[in-house]
């Protein structure tokens, strides 16, 4: 099991920004990819974008791609996810994620997620 701490959510404006930030409770962090997955009820849970392991190769849902943006700092354990231009329909829970193994960056090998943290943007 790994520990995953999300922050940053809120309650924003269309057209307003957020930052959101996770902490991983992982040793050897730069070895592992991170993702940033959002939940809404009554749909799936979407990946929203990830970020791989040490060569920090970037992936994005289409429906974000533009306006958000993943990094890591693999000295603090952290990954980010910076969101622009945001819309009423990013609203979600927004969870941080990461596989059981090192070395892959493969959608379908995300293994832990965090709590989440909730992001509201009205109209």
């Known amino acids: 099991q790994v520990h995953l701490v999300e922050s940053g959510g809120g309650s924003v404006q269309a057209g307003d920004s957020l930052r959101l930030s996770c902490v991983a409770a992982r040793q050897t962090f730069s070895l592992y990819t991170m993702g940033w997955f959002r939940h809404t009820p009554g749909k799936e849970r979407e990946l929203v974008a990830s970020?791989?392991?040490?060569?920090?190769?970037?992936k994005y849902a289409d429906s974000v791609k533009g306006r958000f943006a993943i990094s890591r700092d693999n000295a603090k354990n952290a990954v980010y996810l910076q969101m622009n231009s945001l819309r009423p329909e990013d609203t979600a829970v927004y969870s941080c994620?990461?596989?059981?193994?090192?070395?892959?960056?493969?959608?379908?090998?995300?293994?832990?997620w965090g709590q989440g943290t909730q992001v509201t943007v009205s109209s």
């Open positions: 994620a990461t596989p059981a193994a090192p070395y892959t960056d493969y959608d379908s090998d995300f293994a832990f």
């Open positions: 970020i791989s392991w040490t060569e920090g190769r970037t």
